[in-house]
Structure formats: structure tokens, C-alpha cells
């Protein structure tokens, strides 16, 4: 029986080496954002480099009849194992990135030992080391096949086990995990030992070898991965491919990219012919809504019962904020869609600002705020569409008083010096503020952050729609904010990105 004879100190000896490599490989992986995937490939060429040399050289008995080489099944398998890993948890770009490296630096290795072998044995380079020749001698038939195998591993390990979780939904992850690696690694053994010794006396030792090696060393890297992504990483950072056919695109990328970039062509047309069913709903929501509060209005005038007028101002309120909610949502849409059309005529920013303001300046006074205008005072002109300015002037001077309960808003203009050029236009208040890690959300459509919404209503929409008009009409709008001391919006004019 080959227990009893089994060199368990051997054995020992290539488990600790397979848990070494594996562990050192998982670490780099796990760091791999503070120190980039970088010492990972190199980890990586390193077992090649290292399973190339020891594989022919140096063999472990692990019993009279049976004897195991370090390189090809601790250090080679490593490389399977890590191809994997990568492939699980970042995403394909990577896994093929990390694929054809190792293969060009393998074909690199190769070459460089071949040159290396041709200087020590033609041209009788100095060998002061006495490193032995042979380490450098390759047969480019070996050279070839080796490589080509190398190749097919790495690709069939990543599509035999997607086509086992597409379609063997039942078997456990583990299940998984090990019969893809100790299969793959069970196919290159019979591949080598074929292209190394086929019709030799020493094919069936040497398979024999590959077989028992590898499998073990498959089944404890198996182990190893099941144990890091069950315990350590079980959050994909990918999705997985939907379709056996979708892991090809290691090696068929730019059908991939075509097929992603169609269906963001899709997926847009979609968005566009959304955007147009919602302008045309928001046209017909508006006109009975139109009609409920007249009529709601008029009832109100006429009724002396004071609890039936405070249900009629709930309806006029609540129908007002759905009037409001409704045109905004119609703007936006035909914004998105492109069928807002711009009435580009020369607008005198300073007489905008004005008219504005004023149009505000009761809404300042119940709450006692200073709503100012800062302005050269000379006529400032911009090639601009009247009507969207002025919406987003009332847009984001009406939001800093919404939020601001002490102190002031300014609306500044400010110009060239030189020519009299408006520059941009500034919106300053000493309201409540907006967190820094929200600044780039304020402008997606119904954002509402939390501690601003507690102080003011609001359908979320006027700071969406400002931007998408500022953009449209080759603006930028900005902001900057400090928490507790104020917001500071500005218009940027023919500055949009």
C-alpha cells in the first residue's frame, strides 16, 4: 500500500510551501490598493521564472515509487490559483492584462535563458558561479508548447469555472472552486508529460508525478481561495458574466466594446423617448390640475367657515407644490430630450439682476434678511436666452433664501475691468451650509441633503434644472460651501466643460 510508504515529512514540507506561496499571493492581493497590482504581476512571473527552472531539476520523494517537483506543482499551480483570484474579484481588462503579461514575460524568460544557454556553450562565456549549462538549455519545441499551454490554462481555468456557475447552479462554491483547479491542473499534467515524454519510459512516472502534485497542491490552493472570498473578500468588485459565451472577452475585447457601447446607444434612446413621455404627460397633468386650484380659489373666497377655509388651503397648497413639481419635471424633460429650444438674444446682466431681486425682495422681508445686488453698475451685456437666466437667477437666489435664516444673500456680478465683459455672476448667502461629500450631489434631479430639507420644502428639481440649462446654454455653475457659515453659487459665463 502506498500510505504506509508515504515520506509524511515530505509531504509536510510541500504543504507548508503551497500554504506559503498561496498566503504570500492573497496578501498581495488583499493590499492591492495601497500598493497597486503591480508587485502581484511580478509575484507572478517570479513562480514562472522559478517553476521553469526547478520543474526539470528538482523532485521531492514522497514515497519509494512516487516523486513530486516543487516547481510544477507548488509554484505553477500558484500562478493558476492566482489567475483566478484576480479573475474573481476585479474584472476582465485585469484578468486579461495579468493573462498576457505573464505569457510575454514567460516567452521573454525563455528567449533571454536561450541566449544565456548559447553564450556558455558556442561562444565559452566565463561560468565563474559553475552554474550548470543545462539550467540554460531550451528546446524551442518544448519552449513553444510550453507556452501555448501555459495560455490555454490560464483561459480554461476562467471559462470552465463560469460555465460551472451558469450552469451547475446547485453545486456549492467550494465544489466549484476545486474541481476547477484541480481539473485544470489535472489536463496540463497529461498535456506535459504528453509533450515531455510521450512514448518514453519515463512517460508514466512523470505523469504519475504531475497527476499527484498538482492535485494536491490544486485542492489546498482551492482551499486557500474559498476561505478568502468567503471570509475575507465576499463582495464581488465585478459582475459576472451573464453568458458562457461573455468570459471570451478576455481575448475578444473589442466585440465587447461594441456591444457595450450599442447598448449605451440603446439605453440613451430610451432615456431621450422617457424624457419626451414625461413632457407630454406633465402638458396633460397640468390642466385639470390648473382648473382644481381655481376652483379651490374661487370656493375659498366665497366660504366663511373657517375650518372649511383651512382644508381649501391645504388643497391650494398641496396643489400648488404639484403644479410646481410638475412644470419643473416638465422643464427638465425637455431639456433631457433636447427640445428645449434657447431665445439667444443680448441681455443687460445688471437690469436682469435688478428685476430680479425685486421680484424676491418680499420673500427676503418675512425673514428678514438683506437681499442685495452687487454690480459694476454700468451695463453688462451677454449674448444669452433672457427667460432660462432669469429662471435660474430666481432658481438659486429663492434657494439661499430658503436656507439661510440670519444675516444676507448677495447677488454679485462681476466684470471685466478692461472691457466691461460680465464674467460670472455670484450668488453668496450666510445660510446654513452644504457638507463637503454633498456638493456633487445637489445637483441630481429630487436631491434633497437631509438638514436642508428639515428646513425647507422643495421639490429638489431647481438646482438640476439651473445646471442642465447652464450647460445648454455653454455656462458652468458651481459651488462652494462651508457647514454653519454659507453656500457661494456662481455662473460661470462660456465656461462650461
Not at 42 to 61: E, I
Not at 208 to 229: E, M, R, W
Not at 371 to 379: F, I, N, R
Not at 460 to 474: N, T
Amino acid at each position: 500500500m502506498l500510505l504506509p510508504e508515504l515520506n509524511f515529512y515530505s509531504v509536510a514540507h510541500i504543504l507548508v510551501e503551497i500554504l506559503f506561496v498561496g498566503g504570500v499571493g492573497l496578501t498581495l492581493f488583499r493590499f492591492r490598493r495601497q500598493l497597486s497590482l503591480g508587485p502581484l504581476y511580478v509575484f507572478v512571473g517570479t513562480l514562472q521564472f522559478l517553476s521553469m527552472l526547478v520543474t526539470s531539476t528538482v523532485f521531492v520523494s514522497v514515497s519509494p515509487q512516487l516523486a513530486i517537483s516543487p516547481g510544477s506543482s507548488v509554484l505553477f499551480s500558484a500562478s493558476i490559483f492566482t489567475i483566478l483570484l484576480v479573475y474573481l474579484r476585479t474584472d476582465v481588462p485585469t484578468s486579461r492584462g495579468l493573462i498576457f503579461g505573464v505569457v510575454i514575460a514567460n516567452l521573454t524568460l525563455v528567449i533571454l535563458l536561450w541566449f544565456t544557454g548559447y553564450q556558455l556553450t558556442v561562444l565559452g562565456a566565463a561560468n565563474r558561479l559553475d552554474v550548470p549549462a543545462e539550467i540554460f538549455l531550451v528546446s524551442p519545441f518544448l519552449f513553444i508548447s510550453g507556452t501555448l499551454l501555459l495560455l490555454v490554462d490560464f483561459l480554461l481555468v476562467v471559462v470552465v469555472y463560469d460555465y460551472f456557475r451558469l450552469h451547475l447552479i446547485w453545486m456549492p462554491r467550494l465544489g466549484r472552486l476545486l474541481i476547477t483547479i484541480v481539473g485544470v491542473l489535472c489536463f496540463d499534467a497529461l498535456a506535459f508529460s504528453s509533450i515531455v515524454a510521450l512514448g518514453e519510459p519515463t512517460f508514466f512516472p512523470i505523469l504519475s508525478g504531475q497527476l499527484v502534485g498538482k492535485s494536491f497542491a490544486g485542492f489546498i490552493y482551492g482551499l486557500l481561495l474559498y476561505f478568502y472570498l468567503t471570509l475575507i473578500e465576499p463582495a464581488p468588485v465585478r459582475a459576472h458574466a451573464q453568458d458562457i459565451s461573455d468570459v471570451f472577452s478576455i481575448f475578444t475585447h473589442r466585440e465587447r466594446y461594441r456591444q457595450v457601447r450599442a447598448q449605451l446607444e440603446v439605453a440613451e434612446a430610451a432615456n431621450v423617448a422617457k424624457s419626451r413621455f414625461l413632457a407630454n404627460m406633465s402638458h396633460e397633468l397640468r390642466t385639470p390640475l390648473n382648473a382644481i386650484i381655481g376652483f379651490a380659489s374661487i370656493v375659498r373666497e366665497r366660504n366663511q367657515n373657517e375650518e372649511e377655509k383651512n382644508y381649501l388651503d391645504r388643497v391650494l397648497d398641496n396643489g400648488k407644490h404639484l403644479l410646481q413639481l410638475i412644470n419643473g419635471l416638465l422643464d427638465l424633460s425637455k431639456i433631457e430630450s433636447g427640445r428645449n429650444e434657447l431665445e439667444l438674444v443680448d441681455v443687460d446682466l445688471h437690469l436682469l439682476l435688478e428685476e430680479t431681486t425685486a421680484l424676491l425682495q418680499s420673500q427676503a422681508r418675512q425673514k428678514e434678511l438683506q437681499l442685495v445686488v452687487e454690480s459694476p453698475g454700468a451695463p453688462a451685456f451677454l449674448i444669452t436666452d433672457r427667460m432660462r437666466m432669469k429662471q435660474i437667477l430666481i432658481n438659486l437666489i429663492g434657494n439661499s433664501l430658503k436656507f439661510t435664516e440670519t444675516g444676507s444673500v448677495v447677488a454679485r456680478l462681476v466684470a471685466d475691468p478692461a472691457d466691461g465683459r460680465p464674467l460670472r455672476i455670484d450668488i453668496l448667502d450666510t445660510g446654513i451650509g452644504i457638507p463637503a461629500d454633498e456638493l456633487e450631489s445637489i445637483f441630481q434631479p429630487f436631491y434633497q441633503e437631509q438638514a436642508r430639507s428639515r428646513h425647507a420644502g422643495g421639490t429638489g428639481l431647481g438646482l438640476a434644472i439651473s445646471k442642465a440649462l447652464c450647460d445648454q446654454m455653454g455656462h458652468q455653475l458651481n459651488v462652494s460651501s462651508e457647514t454653519g457659515r454659507g453656500s457661494q453659487f456662481s455662473i460661470v459665463f462660456g465656461a462650461a466643460d
